[in-house]
């Protein structure tokens, strides 16, 4: 069986320095080669009779060579190579510069394919440095010929070569992953085939069905495991928690009445934790519907039933926000709930991290400081992140790995549809808080161009006058990639909206800015300032995206809105109507935007309801729009794009699904092959 492990320098023609570039770009093995898949091809098949040639156009045409090749130094440093080439229906003027051994390769009287971009002006045809290949040694033209993304220390020759010689290394003996049943029903190439065919492939057609299979195997592999680590989550012991604690104890206490989704996930979680299983279960609701309150409510359970609660928040800002609640709610009841952040004072955190080991803390909250390794527990029977996209499944791991098994709960406010969750949090329950709490006003939206301005102005400085307060959300100044980087571009951003704000616009008015690089302590101060009313204009950019709780703040300004994705305009949205006042989101736009930005805009009008901005944001990124991954905390895939991909998504799933309820654990012969797979990506991937 070939060793996909083996450094790539294993490969014919790999030597100690090219496998440094390849290293470079963090391909270190067989694998890492075979599966650096082209990023896109260069279409080399198209033929063409030279008299059909158009101007401009990229295409081979074979033609015999009618002229002896002529050599022209015209100055240091600069030779012309020159030749005349025909076919049965007209002649091209090849030109070539300093190349020239070219003289050696081309000869009078014999038949070429060339390709390259061809000019056409009035009936004068030429081309400049074309590739050419000999008829008969058919090499580099007449096929789709493979891009990859590279360094400039190596060549796409360098690349091409190497990939070729790895598939004839591994070839015949490449193990499969996906059994022939398989193969056979849903008509896949076997694995080989697929592998020589993304990167070689013979016709468009090949290159299509190379992709399905490869992107079937990507998908397939990873919802097996995810399912796989679900099912292995659920033969864990757990904790059961106390039944004599009632959560109505503290419901009851509540300011508010509890929703009735609310209160239906709070059933579900209690389930859970009555239960002596383990509870790995994901709350998802939208910004806004009272996740909050579910995860004090379970932490009170948890508490009273003798154990330690960690709440691991994306940001110092909400971990702090969170604190506030935790303790108005929990402290009534003797539960001593405290901040750990990477900010904490050493005297404070030495004193937190002894309280925390000798269980005098009942709730820690904080941000990734928790996960760190010095923070051990003395009873830690609760875990619940609020990730917002931001902790993968190593994190939710690590965070429980400092308890015997701690119950986690995971709150996401980016709702999801169901089969993003499915490969998102595969290996978790799911509760959905699908209602908001009553008498919240709908969030008035409008999309405005330049032109609107003024109003625009007039009517923040009206809110203002009222006594409310202001959101002003800006894009990050667009840099070339590499040349600043993200910190720097912020900051840049964020000081020239507020100046704006601040002198332009409302001089009368107090305006400030947080941005993601700020001092935590002068970011906090800002946002007590601007949550103590003191402050009317906050700017920011989405670094602190996340659902800070200002209920006086009436209005959501973004700036170049065409800008962020759906999902994210829904986040930024949430921040306001958070209180009793009637809110505003105003989505500035360009006029000159795409017609996704456009219908983007228009969505974000008409609806407020998160699952169906969800939907329509996949359906919009399925056209072509990317905003990155990270932001949905989705998985990197190496050839699968989870929204142009979807309906393939959908189908592997409910396979997947009847593979794992037919065959739990892939324990029969016939899936022996996905077993080992499976086992191989869990390896990979999830565990720690
Ligand atoms: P989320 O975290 O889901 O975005 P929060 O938990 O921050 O939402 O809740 C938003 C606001 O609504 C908070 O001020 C919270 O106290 C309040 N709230 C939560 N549940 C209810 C309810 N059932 N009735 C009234 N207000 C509620
Ligand atoms: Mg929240």
């Given at each position: 069986m070939a060793d996909l492990k083996q450094s790539v320098q294993y490969i014919k023609g790999v030597g100690p320095n090219r496998a440094a570039a390849f290293n470079s770009i963090g391909i270190n093995t067989v694998e890492d080669l075979l599966t650096?898949?082209?990023?896109?091809?260069?279409?080399?098949?198209k033929r063409k009779k030279i008299a059909e040639l158009q101007n401009g156009e990229e295409a081979t045409i074979t033609a015999r060579v009618v002229a002896e090749v002529s050599v022209n130094r015209?100055?240091?440093?600069m030779t012309i190579l020159k030749t005349i080439v025909e076919d049965d229906t007209g002649r091209c003027t090849v030109t070539w510069f300093n190349q020239v051994y070219i003289k050696q390769n081309i000869k009078r009287g014999e038949t070429y394919h060339f390709f390259g971009k061809f000019s056409n002006n009035f009936g004068r045809i030429e081309v400049n440095t074309p590739v050419f290949d000999k008829v008969g040694q058919e090499?580099?033209?007449?096929k789709m010929m493979p891009v990859y993304s590279s360094t400039?220390?190596?060549s796409q020759t360098a690349i091409r070569q190497a990939v070729e010689n790895a598939l004839k290394t591994v070839k015949g003996d490449l193990p499969e992953t996906i059994p022939e049943y398989l193969l056979q029903e849903y008509q896949l190439m076997d694995r080989m085939m697929a592998l020589s065919q993304i990167h070689f492939p013979h016709s468009k057609e090949e290159q299509l069905r190379a992709r399905k299979r490869l992107v079937f195997e990507e998908f397939f592999l990873l919802q097996l495991a995810l399912l796989e680590l679900k099912n292995q989550n659920e033969q864990v012991q757990g904790i059961a928690f106390d039944?004599?604690?009632?959560?109505s104890d503290v419901i009851n206490q509540l300011p508010f009445k509890l929703t009735k989704a609310q209160l239906r996930v709070l059933e579900e979680i209690d389930n859970d934790m009555e239960s002596n299983k383990n509870m790995n279960r994901l709350l998802q609701g939208d910004v806004?519907?009272?996740k909050t309150v579910v995860a004090i409510v379970a932490a009170y359970k948890a508490v009273k039933s003798g154990y330690q609660v960690a709440v691991m928040a994306p940001t110092a800002i909400l971990a702090t926000q969170h604190l506030e609640e935790f303790q108005k709610m929990l402290q009534p009841f003797g539960i001593n709930c405290r901040l750990l952040l990477g900010a904490t004072k050493p005297k404070e955190k030495q004193e937190i991290l002894e309280q925390l080991e000798n269980g005098e803390i009942d709730v820690i909250i904080g941000t990734h400081?928790?996960?760190?390794?010095?923070v051990t527990f003395a009873k830690l029977g609760l875990a619940i992140t609020d990730e917002q996209h931001r902790f993968g499944v190593k994190q939710r791991a690590t965070i429980s790995s400092k308890g015997q098994n701690p119950d986690v709960l995971v709150m996401t406010a980016?709702?999801?549809?169901r089969t993003l969750a499915l490969i998102v949090y595969g290996d978790l329950d799911i509760s959905i808080i699908d209602e908001l709490p009553p008498n919240r006003k709908k969030i008035e939206t409008y999309a405005v161009t330049k032109r609107m301005e003024e109003r625009v102005n007039g009517f923040i400085r009206q809110n203002i006058a009222e006594g409310r307060q202001v959101y002003v959300v800006c894009p990050l100044v667009?840099?070339?990639?590499?040349?600043?980087?993200e910190g720097k571009a912020e900051l840049k951003s964020v000081k020239e909206w507020t100046e704006k704000y601040q002198?332009?616009?409302?001089?009368?008015y107090r305006v400030a800015c947080v941005y993601g690089k700020m001092k935590p302590k002068e970011k906090d101060s800002i946002m007590e300032q601007f949550k103590n009313g003191e402050i009317d204009i906050l700017v920011s950019t989405t670094?602190?995206?996340?659902?800070?709780?200002?209920?006086?703040?009436s209005i959501m300004v973004v700036e170049n809105?065409?800008?962020?994705g759906l999902s994210q305009l829904h986040q930024l949205r949430?921040?306001?109507?958070?209180?009793q006042y009637q809110s505003y989101c105003i989505l500035k736009y360009n006029?000159?935007?795409s017609d996704v930005a456009r219908e983007r805009m228009k969505t974000m009008q008409e609806t407020n309801d998160g699952f169906v901005i969800a939907e329509k944001d996949l359906e919009l990124r399925g056209t072509?729009?990317?905003?990155?991954t990270k932001q949905h905390g989705l998985p990197e895939f190496k050839i699968a794009n989870i929204f142009v991909d979807m309906p393939m998504l959908k189908s592997v799933q409910s396979v997947a699904q009847k593979i794992e309820a037919e065959d739990p654990g892939l324990q029969s012969e016939k899936n022996g092959l996905l077993r080992k797979a499976v086992d191989e990506k869990l390896k990979q991937q999830i565990s720690l």
């Open positions: 650096h898949f082209p990023r896109e091809y260069e279409e080399r098949s015209i100055r240091k440093n090499k580099n033209t007449g400039y220390q190596l039944k004599n604690i009632k959560m806004g519907s009272g400081s928790l996960i760190s390794e010095n980016t709702p999801i549809p667009e840099e070339k990639e590499g040349e600043e980087d002198h332009e616009v409302f001089p009368e670094v602190i995206e996340v659902g800070v709780n200002v209920p006086n703040a809105a065409e800008r962020f949430g921040r306001v109507g958070r209180g006029s000159k935007c072509g729009e990317f905003f990155g």
